[in-house]
Each structure stands twice: as C-alpha cells, then as structure tokens.
C-alpha cells in the first residue's frame, strides 16, 4: 500500500517561499505521476500541479509562476516551492499520487497546514 | 481553462434517500473525470475514475455516469458514513480542475 506524508514548515512569512516535501512509502515513485493540492481553510480543492519520475512538469496556469515542483528518485520524494507567498496561499497542503492514465488522484497524504504570516 | 461547476453546492437528504450531485464541464472532458468524498479534517477519498469506474473498495451503492460535458455522482441509498462533502475533478487536458464541492448534510 502506498502511503505518502508532507512535511515542512508550517509557518512563513509573506514574500517569502514555502518549501514542502512528500516521501513516498510502500511504493516506487517510478510507478506514477505526484502532484500537490491545496485547500484554503473552509474552501475548495486547488491543484497545484504534477511532476513525472523523469521530471516533466504541468502546473495550475494560475500558480505557474511562482511553482518549482521537483522529484528526488534516490529519496522517493518530491518537493513543492511556491514562491512570494501571502496570506491568500494559507492552506492545507496535501500531495498525492496521480493515476495516468487510468486516472484519478489515487493516493494521498494526509495533509499539511501552512499558515503565511509574519 | 476548463471549468467544473457542481450543483447543488448543498443538499440535505436522509439516511436511505437516493442522492444526485451534478458536475458539468465548460467544454468537453470526455470521460476524463473523477469523484472524490472529503470528510472534515481528512484528505479526499478517491471513489470514481473515468467518470463511471468504481475505485477499489468503495461500496457499490455509489455510481458515476456520464461523458462529454455533463456527469453525475449516485449515492442509491444513503448511509450515515456518506455526510460528506464531495468534488468532481477533470483530467482531460494536462491541467487538472476539481468542482466546488457539494456538502451532503443530514435532513
């Protein structure tokens, strides 16, 4: 079973860059796209953007700019950056395992919050 | 940018009620779509892929139907485990969009 948990700071201060991690357990990160999502408190679901095993990227269009999503095979981990946070980037930060090309976002953290303030 | 709008965002129903939530695409998805169950403090739960395909585990009273623009998500016969909020999400293109959610509330 595949499990995978977020981890990184969970307070930075606006204009900065938040920096989180997902470690994938159970599973190859070779098996599957990885993607972030987020969840402003009391919102809806935004996707972040996704990230293969060889490196290949799609991002939000909305968030393209400030995103780095990044993967470390040697560490089955990939990492999100998202750059000039403010306030309106407070969420909970979820990664999660994307099924192409069957579909679907199969498998997922448990979430993190990250709570941009100074 | 393609849009997903949910409706309705909210619905009150009773245990053993047969539940119908709408998503409807601003252009055409195919079957490129997925249900998720989100229950407060939880990651979402994955229940539907290519819009009608039952994920592992997940009980047979829910089911999905639909392509092109226009899907929905059938609960047959609520159970109290199913008060959720629940989110569509398309994969049609290579961005990713989810609906805005509709809250399934106890009558």
């Known amino acids: 079973q595949v499990q995978l948990q977020e981890s990184g700071p969970g307070l930075v201060k606006p204009s900065e860059t938040l920096s989180l991690t997902c470690t994938v357990s159970?599973?190859?990160?070779?098996?599957?796209?990885w993607s972030w999502i987020r969840q402003p408190p009391g919102k809806g679901l935004e996707w972040i953007g996704y990230?293969?095993?060889?490196?290949?990227?799609n991002y939000n269009p909305s968030l393209k700019s400030r995103v780095t999503i990044s993967v470390d095979t040697s560490k089955n981990q990939f990492s999100l950056k998202l750059s000039s946070v403010t306030a309106a980037d407070t969420a909970v930060y979820y990664c999660?395992?994307?099924?192409?090309?069957?579909?679907?976002?199969?498998?997922w953290g448990q979430g993190t919050l990250v709570t941009v303030s100074s | 940018d393609i849009q997903m709008t949910q409706s309705p965002s909210t619905l009150s129903a009773s245990v053993g009620d047969r539940v119908t939530i709408t998503c409807r695409a601003s252009?055409?998805?195919?079957?490129?779509l997925a249900w998720y169950q989100q229950k407060p403090g939880k990651a979402p739960k994955l229940l539907i892929y290519?819009?009608?395909s039952l994920e592992s585990g997940v009980p047979s009273r829910f089911s999905g139907s639909g392509s092109g623009t226009e899907f929905t998500l059938t609960i047959s016969s609520l159970q109290p485990d199913d008060f959720a909020t629940y989110y569509c999400?398309?994969?049609?293109?290579?961005?990713?969009?989810f609906g805005g959610g509709t809250k399934v509330e106890i009558k």
């Open positions: 999660a395992s994307l099924l192409l090309p069957r579909g679907g976002l199969g498998y």
């Open positions: 159970g599973g190859s990160i070779s098996s599957y796209y």
């Open positions: 990230i293969y095993y060889s490196g290949s990227t």
């Open positions: 252009q055409s998805i195919s079957s490129w």
């Open positions: 290519k819009a009608s």
């Open positions: 999400q398309q994969y049609n293109s290579y961005s990713l969009t």
